[in-house]
Structures are given as C-alpha cells and as structure tokens.
C-alpha cells in the first residue's frame, strides 16, 4: 500500500501543465483527486488517463476567481468526506510581460485573484478540513519572480510575493498541529504558461511537468516533514 492510498486530495489548475501531472501522478499512487479548473475538455482528459491507470477522481469545473464557488466547494468537501489530506494551489496566470505603467487593470485584477486572492480563500475555505486530516499537507506553488522582482514581470511578481507571504503565515500558525504548509517553486517547466512567457525558447531544453509533479508527491505524502518552507525543484533534483 503506498504512503498516498486512500488520501483526498485537492488540485487547482489540473486541465494542464503542472496541475494535471501532479494530478495523474497522485491518483496512480492511490489518492482520490479532485481536480479543478475552467476548462471542462483538460479535465475530462485527465479523468480519462486517471481512469485508465485504475485511478479515482471528481471533476469540478470552476474559476478561482469566484470566491463564493471555493466556498461551496469546501462545504461540499466537507458533507462529502469530512476532512481534506492534501491541497496542491497550484492554479497560476501570467498576465501581460509588460512594463509597471502599461499593466492594464483588469489584467492586475486578474493576475491578483487568480496568484493571491485564490489561495487565501482556499486556505479560509479548507483550513477547517485540512486539520480534520491526521496528516494534512497544503503546498502552494510559487515562482522565483517573487523574490527576484524581474522586470515586466510586475503584477505576476507582486502577486506570488503576496501568496508566498500570506501562505507563510499561516504556515507559523499551525505549527503545533498535524498540518503542514509548504511553498513549491518548480522553476522553469515545459507548459503553456512558460511558453507564453518565453516564446523564443525551444520547450525541449525544459524539464517536463510530470518531473515536477515527483516533488509535488513527496511534499503531498503524509511522512514529509518539513513546515514552512519553500522548496525549490532545482535544489530537490540535485540533492
Ligand atoms: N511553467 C513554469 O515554468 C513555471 C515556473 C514557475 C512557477 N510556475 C507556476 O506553476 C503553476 C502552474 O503553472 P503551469 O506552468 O502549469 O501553467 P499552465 O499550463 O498555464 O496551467 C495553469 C493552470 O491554472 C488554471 N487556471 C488559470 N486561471 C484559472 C482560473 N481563473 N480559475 C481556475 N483555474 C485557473 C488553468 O486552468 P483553466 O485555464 O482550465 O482554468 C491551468 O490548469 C502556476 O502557479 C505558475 O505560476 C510555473
């Protein structure tokens, strides 16, 4: 039986990328995934592939920047299974690479609901039922931009410096319990958010998201120790 078997786990942005790797990756290890996102084609994919290596998950269609929806969707958690064993926050947008004068608001509006504000009602909405779990685990997934400020990356930047912060503190407040909270930077990853980032770049230089998704699996396991701190995919690969 794997460390994984029987747990309930969360995924925000599993139609593709990173989301939908970590996705596969933890049903095939035996957990239950409920996988979400707005587009309903990604994940029907996804619960085709789960379905076929003999895997478990519902699909719950949604935009993050619906706060009442993760409301909802922690109460049905909630009647359904009682308790949460894991949250993966990893729904992102990029926006505009453009520069600080030129973002336009409703690209900030966007990038700040989607990077910031998403997570925090996560964390209101499941805290309740991630401590119900005897080993739950949250990972909230970052990018080096929040503490690097790279230029034209503002909104994104200012975004993740924000989740990283407010995920941080949290983390410190349920120190003394069976929960633990955790930052992920997976560095860059062949999707689609890096190729809209990047479009010079030849995708086959990048790592590919199911090797990012290894990580999101031993930060997921019940055994994995650590609270508080922010794991970085090129540090964990060469380690
Ligand atoms: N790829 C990289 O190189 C890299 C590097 C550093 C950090 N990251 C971070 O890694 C995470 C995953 O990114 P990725 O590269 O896998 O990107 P991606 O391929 O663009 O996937 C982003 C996911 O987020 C979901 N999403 C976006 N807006 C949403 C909304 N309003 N409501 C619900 N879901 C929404 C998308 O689903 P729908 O569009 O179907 O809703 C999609 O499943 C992000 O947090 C990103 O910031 C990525």
Known sequence: MSDHSDRIILVTGAS??????????????????????????????????????????????M???DGYAIDRLGAIISDRYGRLDGLFSNAGLLGDITPAP????????????VNMTAPY????????????????????VNSS???SHRAYWGAYAAAKAGMEAFVSAYAKEVEVTNLKVNLLDPGATRTAMRAKAMPGEDPKTLKEPADVAKLV???????????????????????
């Open 16 to 61: 593709r990328g990173i989301g939908y790797a970590s996705a596969l990756a933890l049903a095939k290890a035996g957990c239950h995934v409920i996988a979400t996102a707005r587009t309903q084609g990604g994940l029907e994919d996804l619960d085709d592939a789960i379905t076929a290596a003999g895997g478990s998950c519902t699909l719950v269609p």
């Open 63 to 65: 935009d993050l920047k």
């Open 102 to 113: 030129h973002v336009e608001p409703k690209t900030w509006d966007n990038v700040i609901a």
């Open 121 to 140: 009602r996560l964390i209101r909405s499941l805290d309740p039922l991630l401590r119900a779990s005897n080993a739950g685990r949250a990972v909230f």
């Open 145 to 147: 931009v929040a503490r």
């Open 217 to 239: 699996l031993e930060m997921l396991s019940p055994s994995y120790p650590e609270n508080d701190t922010l794991i970085r995919y090129l540090d964990w690969a060469k380690a």
